[in-house]
């Protein structure tokens, strides 16, 4: 489920900082598996990440939009749920700043719900390894419950979840490496959750990815 911003703020304090792929500002296409790698494919993830984590140390980092800019991106309705909640936040802590802005939907009828979260880690350099094993190291994992796994996106890093027998799930996308999109679907189908988060803009939130930086 979504992170509380406080307790995001207070993560910072103490997890390392890595980095995580990011790629084209192209968001749009088919969500693919990145599949099982193997001992081969661990070891050239390793080397990827160290390259990435060198890359992003040199990197400036970025006053965080204003959380504003996050919540308008997010979709008034979406799989015939009204929006019923949005809220968004900036808040800073030790001089880091982190941006967030959340929607909650709900049908009708009180079958099925999502959250939808986006937010800004633009200030942290390579922020998106904040306790996301999945930006460094691909899953793929299936049970008679569910499955769980790493995606790409637009050639962006996503981690995706489904709980068949509760009809739960929650889909992760790293956009730009700075911008977590996260959306949670409780009682609803796996397809819909993937639908929720083609619902956000994120063209316009990859449009975004050097706002706030100053010159390196």
């Not at 409780?186 to 930086?213: C, F, H, P």
Request: aromatic share 6%; charged share 25%; net charge negative.
């Amino acid at each position: 489920m979504p992170v509380p911003l406080r307790l995001l703020l207070a993560a910072l304090l103490v997890l390392p900082l890595a980095a995580c792929g990011g790629g084209a500002d192209d968001v749009d296409g088919d969500i693919e598996d990145t599949g099982e790698p193997g001992v081969f494919g661990r070891m050239g993830e390793l080397k990827n990440a160290v390259a990435e984590i060198e890359e992003a140390a040199s990197r400036p980092p970025a006053e965080p939009v204003n959380f504003r800019q996050l919540r308008d991106l997010l979709p008034a309705s979406l799989a015939g749920m009204e929006q019923t909640e949005i809220e968004g936040a900036t808040e800073g802590a030790m001089g880091f700043s982190i941006s967030q802005a959340e929607a909650r939907y709900a049908a009708p009828d009180g079958d099925g719900s999502f959250t939808i979260q986006v937010m800004d880690y633009g200030a942290v350099p390579s922020a998106g390894m904040m306790g996301l094993g999945w930006t460094m190291a691909d899953v793929d994992r299936e049970t008679g419950d569910g499955y769980e796994k790493t995606i790409a996106l637009g050639g962006h890093r996503g981690y995706r979840q489904y709980d068949t027998a509760a009809q739960d799930g929650e889909l992760s996308l790293l956009v730009a490496d700075r911008f977590l999109v996260t959306v949670s679907g409780s009682d609803v189908e796996d397809d819909q959750v993937e639908a929720a988060l083609r619902a956000v803009d994120l063209a316009a939130l990859a449009a975004m990815r050097d706002e706030g930086r100053a010159e390196a």
